[in-house]
């Protein structure tokens, strides 16, 4: 029950399978939104009913004084909260991949070596 109106994706009516307009949006709470949606054919005119919810965070704000969200975190966030802890933790110990190209590459200028990267050769 989705279609394509221009760039945006929106419902369409499951009885004509024209898109849907979204006529009245209600905040019911802070993170959930009643909507009404509205079949644009005028000869059908169904309506349908809706909610919009904001469920987890998926990465935080960027405001200095921002609250901590009341969301529970994604699951790619909290794997990336992790990754960045253990790295807080181990990080000195243990080379990011960026690091270790940076370092074969400098290993090899100290080796002598030519430390450009490989290119394609010219047709
Ligand atoms: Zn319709």
Same mark, same amino acid.
Request: glycine share 6%; with cysteine; charged share 20%.
């Given at each position: 029950?989705? !279609?394509?109106?221009?760039?945006?994706?929106?419902?369409?009516? *499951?009885?004509? @399978?024209?898109?849907?307009?979204?006529?009245?949006?209600?905040? &019911?709470?802070?993170?959930?939104?009643?909507?009404?949606?509205?079949? &644009?054919? =005028?000869?059908?005119?169904?309506?349908?009913? %809706?909610?919009? *919810?904001?469920?987890?965070? #998926?990465?935080?704000?960027?405001?200095?004084? #921002? =609250? !901590?969200?009341?969301?529970?975190?994604? =699951?790619?966030?909290?794997? !990336?909260?992790? &990754?960045?802890?253990?790295?807080? *933790?181990?990080?000195?110990? &243990?080379? @990011?991949?960026? @690091?270790? /190209?940076?370092?074969? *590459?400098?290993?090899? /200028?100290? $080796? %002598?070596? @030519? !430390?450009? =990267?490989?290119? $394609? #050769? $010219?047709?």
């Amino acid at each position: 029950m989705s !279609a394509s109106t221009g760039s945006r994706a929106t419902f369409s009516c *499951e009885a004509c @399978d024209t898109p849907l307009l979204k006529r009245t949006s209600r905040l &019911q709470h802070r993170h959930l939104r009643s909507d009404v949606w509205v079949c &644009q054919n =005028p000869l059908c005119g169904a309506t349908y009913a %809706g909610n919009s *919810e904001l469920t987890s965070i #998926a990465s935080p704000s960027g405001m200095p004084d #921002a =609250p !901590a969200s009341e969301l529970p975190p994604t =699951p790619s966030y909290t794997r !990336a909260l992790l &990754q960045m802890q253990w790295k807080l *933790e181990h990080g000195s110990r &243990q080379l @990011d991949m960026l @690091d270790a /190209i940076e370092f074969v *590459e400098a290993s090899r /200028i100290d $080796a %002598g070596g @030519d !430390a450009r =990267p490989h290119q $394609a #050769a $010219a047709p």
